[in-house]
């Protein structure tokens, strides 16, 4: 069982650590982290990386595109890309958007299965 940090792991919750206990092979690297503005009628070329990479919305609002399906975005939202997962993220007509991202190695959220 993983160390408890804010609540006791249940049947519905469980914590993951980077200890050993706790039988994931987790052993992620931040590779880079930064931040990114954009405005109106921006578009990202869909493009995937051999690393996990985690945005967050801090303002605006835009839509992502993740294979060939798309979804709004805002504020608030937390995207995360799976290794060699396809997306592009873009802004229709005068919206904008800022984020916050970073990418991981040796990190796929599909192993800790949520």
């Not at 919750?13 to 590779?31: A, E, F, I, V």
């Not at 931040?35 to 009628?41: E, F, M, P, T, V």
Request: aromatic content about 10%.
């Amino acid at each position: 069982m993983a160390k408890n940090i804010h609540r006791l792991d249940s049947s519905v919750r469980k914590h993951y650590t980077m200890d050993k206990s706790d039988g994931l092979k987790l052993n992620p690297r931040l590779l880079y982290a930064g931040s990114l503005k954009r405005s109106r009628h921006w578009n990202e070329d869909l493009h995937a990386h051999e690393f996990c990479e985690i945005m967050f919305v801090l303002s605006g609002m835009g839509e992502v595109q993740i294979g060939e399906e798309s979804f709004p975005i805002r504020q608030g939202d937390l995207l995360v890309y799976n290794p060699l997962v396809s997306h592009r993220e873009y802004t229709k007509g005068n919206a904008s958007i800022e984020f916050a991202f970073f990418g991981l190695t040796d990190l796929q959220l599909s192993l800790i299965h949520i």
